[in-house]
């Protein structure tokens, strides 16, 4: 059974960077999709990026564009985040995707369309 497990998150001042490792454990990696979340206190879980098994396609929520990227490589899912900005202060989850999403991303990357869950790590934004 696919195991994750999220790292990196901290504290960083305004316009600085983090980046997110997402290691898997238990399963090949390279047989799912891996989505990016992040939840502030508050509001609802929203799925930011998404990777597919491949690594050949890559999706952004329009907040994050330009800003963040999403890479893999056999064991681990990155997320480099630059230009921080103090609305992305929120906690970070991985997640695999199942079902018909095992291996794809849709473009909203809703979170009922993965599994899998990380415990999650935060990250805060501030000066």
């Known amino acids: 059974q696919l195991r994750l497990v999220e790292s990196g998150g901290g504290l960083v001042q305004p316009g600085g960077s983090l980046r997110l490792s997402c290691e898997a454990s238990g399963d090949i990696l390279d047989y799912y999709s891996i989505g990016w979340f992040r939840q502030a206190p508050g509001k609802e879980r929203e799925g930011i990026s998404c990777?597919?098994?491949?690594?050949?396609t890559t999706k952004y929520t329009d907040s994050v564009k330009g800003r963040f990227t999403i890479s893999r490589d056999r064991d681990r899912v990155y997320l480099q985040m630059n230009s921080l900005k103090p609305e992305d202060t929120a906690f970070y989850s991985c997640?695999?995707?199942?079902?018909?999403?095992?291996?794809?991303?849709?473009?909203?990357?809703?979170?009922?369309?993965?599994?899998?869950w990380g415990q999650g790590t935060q990250v805060t934004v501030s000066s």
């Open positions: 990777i597919t098994s491949s690594g050949g």
């Open positions: 997640a695999a995707g199942r079902g018909l999403y095992s291996r794809s991303c849709s473009s909203s990357i809703p979170p009922d369309q993965f599994g899998s």
